[in-house]
């Protein structure tokens, strides 16, 4: 803990830091003791952001587990499954991916079959970033460099679905933004059987019904196909190039070429690849006419439109154009979301007829996003911009807790307690 906090700071870090001590497993962080009691992989990253601060060995350790899920192919799955849990501890688990049956999946280790933002190699800078002992986080890069290569070649290989240097997604939990409004269209357009999956473990916080049926369905089809990169190419029904995903894919191809540089290997191979996905993000996802980045639906080459949080996604870019920061930070400030919302960043724009004050990912506003709105603000060196979500992060917490998510207007905290993203980044935040 930083010595120059306030009382009042160190209260909230220690605060912070006794939820990640009791979401602690022995091997790895609970998302959320009640809801989300397996490793979930974006989760991790940010979680190991707030270890590095407070338990460094558990930091790493973090990683490491999380990597023991990684497939032949180097992709990294969105949910590592904490076997010594009832089996239905949580809806879905292990039955519906039945990783067991894929030749390229890890064997003893039980996981999903879909990925998630790929945070990771930015996080494992950041460790090293503040590491008390530099040489022995140097031996820790040069120990995950192979793993988070092997990931990222997994992306640029299996998932440039469209040829453009972008990263598709092929699920909405992919995008870790599951709900979002963003994808109502194209799981609109999948036709569902006629048998609806009707999981009754599912806790009634989480979303259910059709939509859920959907979420379900997509996996179903993806696990039917062997998850192969040839379904996903020709035949897969939800297939999306999202700003926020490959704005995390760049920050992370960034970091790795860093990560490179310190382990004695070769950046240029990543650096190649941040032009590309730099200059594919403002081809592909830049809407000119309306001043934001969309969502891109390769099955029909089409934006999405509901604007989101993901549309800032894009300041994680070093190289963004500043007349698209200027317009992004507009948008921001304005009362599409932060301009309206008490407790900016709103997941949806307010004026959007999707937009819901308190919906999964709909409308509330989140402890990461926020934390990746600040962080590609402090990139850009617009203070106004991080200070703004820094107060506004640090203001929920202190009101309601390291709650999940909160609603944008008011802070009411909702969705499960003790949730460790939330707690992990107060931490980091900190510094
Ligand atoms: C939520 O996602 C899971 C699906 O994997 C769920 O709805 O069951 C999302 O908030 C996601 O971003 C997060 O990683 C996960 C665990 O916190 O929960």
Redesign the pocket.
């Known amino acids: 803990m930083s010595s120059r906090l306030t009382g009042d700071e160190t209260a909230l870090w220690k605060a912070a830091a006794r939820v990640l001590d009791a979401n602690w497993t022995g091997t790895s962080t609970a998302?959320?003791p009640g809801l989300?009691p397996h490793q979930?992989?974006?989760?991790s990253a940010f979680i190991s952001m707030g270890l590095a601060r407070h338990r460094r060995d558990r930091a790493e350790a973090e990683l490491l587990s999380l990597f023991r899920g990684q497939w032949a192919d180097g992709m990294l799955p969105?949910?590592v499954f904490n076997t010594s849990l009832a089996r239905h501890a949580?809806f879905p688990g292990p039955e519906l991916w039945r990783s067991e049956r894929q030749p390229g999946a890890p064997r003893g280790v039980l996981t999903?079959g879909l990925t998630?933002p790929p945070l990771h190699a930015l996080t494992a800078l950041r460790l090293h970033e503040c590491a008390p002992d530099r040489e022995s986080s140097r031996a820790f890069l040069a120990r995950l460099y192979p793993m988070l290569a092997a990931q990222h070649r997994y992306l640029a290989r299996c998932r440039d679905v469209g040829s453009s240097g972008l990263v598709a997604i092929c699920h909405p939990?992919e995008s870790?933004?599951?709900n979002s409004p963003a994808w109502d269209r194209p799981l609109a357009a999948l036709r569902l059987p006629p048998s609806a999956y009707a999981p009754a473990q599912r806790p009634h916080t989480?979303?259910t019904g059709e939509d859920y049926d959907r979420y379900v369905r997509l996996v179903a089809l993806l696990r039917d196909a062997g998850y192969h990169p040839g379904y996903l190419r020709d035949a897969h029904p939800f297939v999306v190039e999202d700003p926020l995903v490959n704005a995390v894919y760049l920050a992370s191809t960034h970091a790795l070429a860093e990560i490179a540089g310190i382990v004695g290997a070769d950046p240029v191979p990543h650096l190649e690849c941040a032009g590309r996905v730099h200059h594919a993000i403002l081809d592909r996802l830049w809407d000119a006419d309306t001043g934001c980045f969309r969502p891109r639906d390769l099955r029909d080459d089409r934006l999405l439109p509901v604007v989101t949080v993901g549309a800032f996604g894009p300041l994680l870019d070093p190289e963004l154009p500043a007349p698209i920061v200027r317009n992004l930070v507009d948008l921001l400030l304005s009362a599409r979301f932060a301009g309206a919302a008490g407790y900016p960043v709103p997941t949806c724009d307010i004026q959007a007829p999707a937009f819901d004050r308190g919906g999964y990912?709909r409308g509330p506003t989140w402890i990461?996003t926020n934390w990746l709105v600040w962080y590609g603000a402090l990139g850009h060196d617009l203070p106004v911009v991080a200070d703004l979500l820094y107060g506004a992060t640090m203001r929920l917490v202190r009101q309601s807790g390291f709650r999940?998510f909160f609603d944008p207007f008011d802070g009411t905290g909702r969705g499960s307690h003790d949730?460790a993203?939330s707690a992990a980044l107060v931490l980091d935040l900190l510094g």
């Not at 979930?40 to 989760?43: K, Q, R």
């Open positions: 998302a959320s989300y979930w992989s974006w989760d969105h949910i949580f999903s998630q939990w870790g933004l599951d989480l979303p990912w990461s999940e949730y993203w």
